[in-house]
């Protein structure tokens, strides 16, 4: 099992399935975000939904990529990734109705660019 797979299987009891995806709720968001930097995986971006009576509609002011992050190493890039998000995120974690998906990389990925 990938490190990914690993970090989505935490939030899978309270994530909303959508096909092979898992959406974290808005409310667990930052917990998320701390469960990925425990994992030393980078976040790389990020889609947000508005989940209303069982629809998922695309949020395109909810959308974040941080796959152009200028970073020497990775530990820059990981640094960044993380204050990125959680800056963007903070503000929407009490809000009901999203739910995010999300684009993580290892050092394995980055090493390979």
Not at 31 to 54: D, H
Not at 56 to 71: C, G, V, W, Y
């Amino acid at each position: 099992m990938s490190l990914e797979e690993k970090i989505f299987n935490t939030f899978r009891n309270v994530g909303i399935k959508s096909g092979e995806e898992i959406l974290i709720p808005a409310s667990h968001v930052l917990k998320f975000i701390e469960t990925c930097k425990q994992y030393k995986v980078a976040v790389q971006g990020f889609e947000g939904f508005e989940v209303q009576s069982g629809e998922i509609i695309p949020r395109m002011d909810l959308i974040a990529d941080f796959s152009e992050i200028k970073a020497k190493n990775w530990e820059g890039l990981f640094k960044k990734s993380h204050q990125h998000a959680y800056q963007i995120l903070l503000p929407l974690c009490d809000l009901e109705n999203l739910a995010f998906s999300f684009i993580l990389m290892d050092k394995g990925e980055f090493e390979k660019k």
